[in-house]
């Protein structure tokens, strides 16, 4: 353990750049897939037939291995971080896709009418009913990705994305030589590390958006 918490201080520089690098992608994938996956959710929910294709496509994207769907992008866009952050995105859409679509499904339809003879709009009724009720649903799904990504983002140092995976692939590339095994430890922790600090945030974030009569 002793020589765990050396090597980390030896390292800490790197720690702190690696696991910026990791955050960067989570940050990033989880923005843009909330985006897409939350507008893909609103526009399917009425469409029954279209909805089970689009879920289904992303069901498949998770059916995908990681490492294969990453190399796959090397020839379209090359190493470093376009590749990961492409394929965890695609990974990202089924869990926030999915809950918007159950959350927006999912609100009292007695509610929607007494909106709608209140005279509100189609949107006016997405924007200031449909949405805030089922926000804890989404928010959930988003949690979801946000940690499927911070795992999944490990293997983004074998087409040289960086991220806290670089070291345990240093480590694994070592195994046996000093410090080897303290390099494997450090990546799997502060990955670890990370995620519960983002898990977290969400935690907080929800409660903090969420209306109290309906948490």
Same mark, same amino acid.
């Not at 750049?17 to 909330?34: F, G, I, K, N, Q």
């Not at 990974?91 to 009292?108: E, K």
């Not at 990546?187 to 600090?197: D, H, K, M, Q, V």
């Given at each position: 353990?002793?020589?765990?918490?050396?090597?980390?201080?030896?390292?800490?520089?790197?720690? /702190? #750049?690696?696991?910026? #690098?990791?955050?960067?992608?989570?940050?990033?994938? &989880?923005?843009? @897939?909330?985006?897409?996956?939350? @507008?893909?959710?609103?526009?399917? =929910?009425? =469409?029954?037939?279209?909805? #089970? /294709?689009?879920?289904?496509?992303?069901?498949?994207?998770?059916?995908?291995?990681?490492?294969?769907?990453? &190399? $796959? !992008?090397?020839? +379209?866009?090359?190493?470093?971080?376009?590749?990961? !952050?492409?394929?965890?995105?695609?990974?990202? $859409?089924?869990?926030?896709?999915?809950?918007?679509?159950?959350?927006?499904?999912?609100?009292?339809?007695?509610?929607? #009418?007494? %909106?709608?003879?209140?005279?509100?709009?189609?949107?006016?009724?997405?924007?200031?009913?449909?949405?805030?009720?089922?926000?804890?649903?989404?928010?959930?799904?988003?949690?979801?990705? @946000?940690?499927?990504?911070?795992? /999944?983002? %490990?293997? @983004?140092?074998?087409?040289?994305?960086?991220?806290?995976?670089? !070291?345990?692939?240093?480590?694994?590339?070592?195994?046996?030589?000093?410090?080897?095994?303290?390099?494997?430890?450090?990546?799997? +922790? !502060?990955?670890?590390?990370?995620?519960?600090? +983002?898990?977290? +945030?969400?935690?907080?974030?929800?409660?903090?958006?969420?209306?109290?009569?309906?948490?």
């Amino acid at each position: 353990m002793a020589s765990l918490f050396d090597f980390i201080n030896s390292r800490w520089d790197d720690v /702190i #750049e690696l696991t910026l #690098e990791h955050l960067r992608y989570v940050v990033s994938v &989880v923005v843009v @897939a909330t985006i897409i996956g939350v @507008a893909t959710g609103i526009y399917v =929910r009425h =469409r029954p037939a279209l909805r #089970e /294709i689009v879920l289904g496509v992303y069901a498949v994207f998770l059916t995908i291995p990681s490492l294969g769907l990453f &190399v $796959l !992008f090397i020839p +379209i866009v090359g190493l470093g971080f376009w590749g990961p !952050f492409i394929a965890l995105t695609m990974y990202a $859409l089924l869990p926030i896709t999915r809950n918007t679509v159950t959350g927006l499904m999912g609100v009292d339809q007695a509610v929607l #009418e007494s %909106a709608r003879g209140m005279g509100l709009s189609s949107r006016q009724r997405l924007m200031r009913v449909q949405l805030p009720l089922a926000w804890p649903v989404i928010i959930t799904g988003v949690r979801v990705s @946000a940690l499927l990504t911070t795992g /999944i983002a %490990a293997i @983004a140092t074998l087409v040289a994305g960086g991220g806290l995976g670089d !070291f345990i692939k240093s480590g694994l590339s070592r195994l046996g030589t000093p410090n080897s095994l303290e390099s494997v430890w450090t990546g799997t +922790i !502060f990955i670890i590390l990370l995620a519960l600090i +983002i898990d977290s +945030i969400f935690v907080m974030i929800r409660r903090a958006t969420t209306s109290p009569g309906i948490r």
